[in-house]
Nanobody
Framework: QVQLVESGGGLVQAGGSLRLSCAAS????????MAWFRQVPGKEREFVAR????????NYADSVKGRFTISRDNAKSTVYLQMNSLKPEDTAVYYC?????????????????????WGQGTQVTVSS
């Protein structure tokens, strides 16, 4: 089992920045690919960004490319999401997720159903 706890959400004005953190505990953090998803009421959970277990590769949704940066520190068992130039449409609950790297293969996982473990979510609200 892996436990994930997100932090860093809050209220920010459009154009501002936030940094989300996700602290993992339990099994060996470094074998897991990590991702951030987000969800607004009435919509499906949406992929935001992912990072390989060994930081070899990162991928982003087109809607956040160039504004968000995912990173991880395996020594601290933590994954981060730096969000810059925030827009009102970024408002959502942001979730951290983990999946064992070998489940996803060379291409990585982008579908929420592929992820094994989830945090409780942190609210991000961007005002216009």
């Amino acid at each position: 089992q892996v436990q994930l706890v997100e932090s860093g959400g809050g209220l920010v004005q459009a154009g501002g920045s936030l940094r989300l953190s996700c602290a993992a505990s339990g099994r060996t953090f470094s074998i897991y690919d990590m991702a951030w998803f987000r969800q607004v009421p009435g919509k499906e959970r949406e992929f935001v960004a992912r990072i390989d277990w060994n930081v070899a590769r990162t991928n982003y949704a087109d809607s956040v490319k160039g504004r968000f940066t995912i990173s991880r520190d395996n020594a601290k068992s933590t994954v981060y999401l730096q969000m810059n130039s925030l827009k009102p449409e970024d408002t959502a609950v942001y979730y951290c997720a983990a999946v064992r790297s070998y489940y996803c293969g060379a291409y990585g996982c982008y579908d929420a159903t592929m992820y094994e473990y989830w945090g409780q979510g942190t609210q991000v609200t961007v005002s216009s």
